[in-house]
Structure formats: structure tokens, C-alpha cells
């Protein structure tokens, strides 16, 4: 189990001390309970299975280019500012994705701070099993 762990009541915890239950963790870790990472292929189905969801990808065009979750919409990091352009209502949900999940953990924190309120951050591509386009 990670060293930084820090229990909290009702059983929870946090990953490197962020204040949210380590099971929506905004330090990029989304973990269960009992510490396993809960995986892009969850993240993706999640999102997928969600009325009215979008899936960003939050990496460089390029990197896009070169595989991307199918349905994914590109959105760099670099561009977060045009999100508004992509998705209008701040209540809808947003699931993020980058290639190892430390820019997505990055875009959730901005978007939450610009008021929208659905944002899951589902990781790294790098742990996707599932096909690319």
C-alpha cells in the first residue's frame, strides 16, 4: 500500500494527503477501498454507459493522432480554456483521459475550479486494454 496513505474516518482514506476519499481521489489515483487502481477500462465503460457523457482526451494532437479511445474527443491540456466551445453545460459529465493520467488529474482540477461539477478523471491510456482507433 502506498506509504503516504493517511486514514480518515468511516474507513476511507486519501492518496498523498488529498482531502477527498481515496475512491475519487484528485491527485490523479482513482482507487477502491482496498487500494487497487480502478482501470481506464472501467473509466471508459463508465463513460460510455452515461447519458450525455463526454470523453476527453487531454493529450498533444499528435499524441492523439497516434491512438485514441474510440469516441474520444481531443482537447489539449494546452487548450482546456475552449472547453466551454465543447461542453456547455457545466453539469454534464466529463470523463478525462491523458497517457499516464497526471495531465487529466491536472484538466479535472481546472475545470473543477471553472465550476463544472461532473468531472471524473479515469487516468492513463497506457493501462487501457481495449482498442484504439
Known amino acids: 500500500m502506498n ?15 488529498c482531502p477527498q476519499a481515496m475512491e475519487v481521489c484528485l491527485c490523479g489515483s482513482v482507487l477502491s477501498l482496498f487500494g487497487k487502481a480502478k482501470g481506464m477500462d472501467d473509466g471508459v465503460a463508465e463513460a460510455r454507459s452515461t447519458e450525455g457523457a463526454f ?9 492523439f493522432a497516434s491512438g485514441h479511445v474510440a469516441g474520444a474527443t481531443s482537447l489539449p491540456l494546452s487548450e482546456l ?36 461539477t461532473n468531472v471524473r478523471d479515469i487516468g492513463g491510456i497506457k493501462d487501457y486494454t481495449g482498442p484504439l482507433e
Open 81 to 116: 480554456e475552449r472547453v466551454g466551445e465543447l461542453v456547455e453545460d457545466r453539469s454534464a459529465p466529463i470523463f478525462l483521459y491523458c497517457a499516464s493520467g497526471v495531465r487529466s488529474a491536472r484538466a479535472a482540477d481546472r475545470l473543477r475550479r471553472r465550476g463544472y
Open 55 to 63: 470523453l476527453i482526451d487531454v493529450r498533444e494532437p499528435n499524441e
Open 3 to 17: 506509504s503516504q496513505w493517511r486514514p480518515r474516518a468511516y474507513g476511507y482514506g486519501s492518496c498523498l494527503g
